[in-house]
């Protein structure tokens, strides 16, 4: 069965400050991940995709991936109120070239 | 017309309707997808089509139909409903039916099945 996880939060964070999002996944095949942000009642937008070990940067998105711990992580940098959304993981299926497996998802709160 | 659209944007039916779900891309891609995605649960794959063939059928009931008839539109045929299967529909194109190609997805139907 494969898996991913993400703590539902949701995670508080105030104006400024980094947020932290994890998740781990039971695919040790997965060799890439998206993350999408999804706002309440709205559908979700891309917001990185990581393909290989180390950090990737896009603005104020920091994206991290540890093959060997099966972790990714994704960072936001002076978090705004606009921040604030559904962060969802996604890594692909190993089985099939084409299936993602989605996260259920850490809610994030921005407080101004 | 930009991205992907979905119409109707909110539908509620009764067990007994027939309804029709309507996704179309304007991003000339041709891989699309219907997700399920219920409250507090993860996005479920329903179907998949590239060029307009389907590949994928993630064990759904067949009282959910799809149809492409090319690679611009997506129907999903709705009969026969249970309540359980209210959720919110999303529809998502890609370039190609890849897992390193972005997904975009439209804004979604919301259903109710009474």
């Known amino acids: 069965q494969k898996e991913v996880e993400q703590n539902s939060g949701p995670l508080s964070v105030p104006e400024g400050a980094i947020a932290s999002l994890n998740c781990t996944y039971s695919?040790?095949?997965?060799?890439?991940f998206f993350w999408y942000r999804q706002y309440s009642g709205k559908s979700p937008e891309l917001i990185m995709f990581?393909?290989?070990?180390g950090d990737k940067e896009d603005g104020r998105f920091t994206a991290q991936l540890n093959k060997a711990s099966q972790y990714v992580s994704l960072l936001i940098r002076d978090s705004q109120p606009s921040d604030s959304a559904t962060y969802l993981c996604?890594?692909?299926?190993?089985?099939?070239?084409?299936?993602?497996?989605f996260g259920s998802g850490t809610r994030l709160l921005v407080r101004p | 017309e930009t991205g992907v659209t979905q119409t109707p944007r909110h539908l509620v039916m009764g067990m007994t309707n027939k309804k029709s779900l309507k996704c179309e891309q304007h991003?000339?891609?041709?891989?699309m997808y219907w997700y399920k995605q219920s409250a507090k649960k993860p996005l479920e794959l329903m179907f998949v089509?590239?060029?307009?063939?389907?590949?994928e059928n993630n064990s759904v009931p067949s009282r959910f139909s799809p149809e492409c008839p090319n690679s611009s539109h997506l129907f999903l045929h709705l009969h026969t409903l249970q309540p359980e299967d209210s959720a919110l529909y999303l529809c998502?194109?890609?370039?190609?039916?890849?897992?390193?190609?972005?997904?975009?997805f439209g804004p979604g139907t919301r259903l109710t099945v009474l």
């Open positions: 996604a890594p692909p299926w190993m089985d099939s070239s084409y299936k993602l497996i």
């Open positions: 990581i393909y290989s070990n």
């Open positions: 998502a194109s890609s370039q190609v039916a890849s897992s390193t190609d972005t997904q975009y």
């Open positions: 089509y590239n060029f307009k063939e389907q590949t």
């Open positions: 695919d040790r095949g997965s060799q890439s």
């Open positions: 991003l000339g891609h041709n891989a």
